[in-house]
């Protein structure tokens, strides 16, 4: 491709780390349970857990239905707080993350790194290439950073832009000019690799970034949107960059 990559950004979920086929609905009333259970340990009194559950299961689909009509985010922090005051308890916005971080920690014990992803990103780094990532999620940065402490990942990641924090969801370009700013990036120096042909590939293709798309040989085969590259594996990204700076 004859162009000198300085940045590589990813997405998180399936491409960064990899959750597999899970139950959302169980693991959403596993952490359900755990925030229910820590109210009650700061001296709250919660409503009975069916209906505290029911409550913000709710809440959260409503919000969600909501954001992919107007195409703008939400962020369930401020959801958390709002329906705290509602069943009267005033979270102060720390309390609200912990609460945040146990309703995701189910989800966040199913992630797995690809064998060798830490050596692979320290790798461009010190090759002095901008590392980052962009992900759709109304789950709060606070508790994205944590989960990507836990994983090693944080330092590594220079960029982290989440749409909870910008308003805007991937393919919106807004998104991905976040990153490419937080980065000093110019967008057709950077790869963007992820899974979604919609999220990923056309939104970076628009944005004008390099889009490469990490997925089984078999799936997507079809699509009208175009690639600049496909992967299996994160570890490819090697030979891809190899091709692109020569």
């Known amino acids: 491709m004859g162009k000198k990559i300085k940045g590589i950004l990813f997405d998180l979920g399936n491409t960064l780390l990899n959750f597999g086929p899970v139950d959302i609905p169980a693991l959403f009333e596993a952490g359900g349970r755990l925030a229910h259970e820590h109210l009650k340990q700061m001296g709250f009194q919660p409503p009975p857990f069916d209906k505290f559950h029911r409550r913000q299961l709710w809440a959260i689909r409503w919000n969600v239905l909501k954001s992919r009509l ?8 401020d959801l958390i707080i709002r329906l705290g005051r509602r069943m009267g308890m005033p979270l102060t916005r720390q309390q609200a993350i912990e609460q945040a971080w146990l309703w995701y920690e189910p989800l966040s014990c199913c992630a797995s790194k690809e064998e060798g992803l830490l050596e692979l990103l320290r790798e461009f780094s010190q090759a002095g290439i901008v590392l980052g990532l962009v992900s759709n999620t109304f789950i709060p940065a606070e508790v994205l950073d944590r989960h990507l402490a836990r994983e090693g990942l944080l330092d590594l990641l220079a960029v982290r832009v989440y749409s909870c924090e910008v308003g805007y969801r991937k393919p919106h370009p807004r998104i991905f000019a976040e990153a490419l700013a937080r980065g000093k990036l110019r967008a057709e120096e950077t790869l963007f690799v992820g899974d979604s042909m919609r999220a990923d590939i056309y939104g970076a293709r628009r944005a004008g970034l390099i889009p490469v798309l990490k997925a089984p040989a078999e799936t997507h085969r079809n699509s ?5 590259g496909r ?11 190899a091709a692109c700076d020569a």
Do not use: D, Y
């Open 70 to 77: 107007t195409r703008r985010e939400f962020n369930s922090l």
């Open 224 to 228: 009208k949107i175009t690639t600049s």
């Open 231 to 241: 992967i299996h594996k994160l570890g490819e990204l090697r030979e891809f960059l």
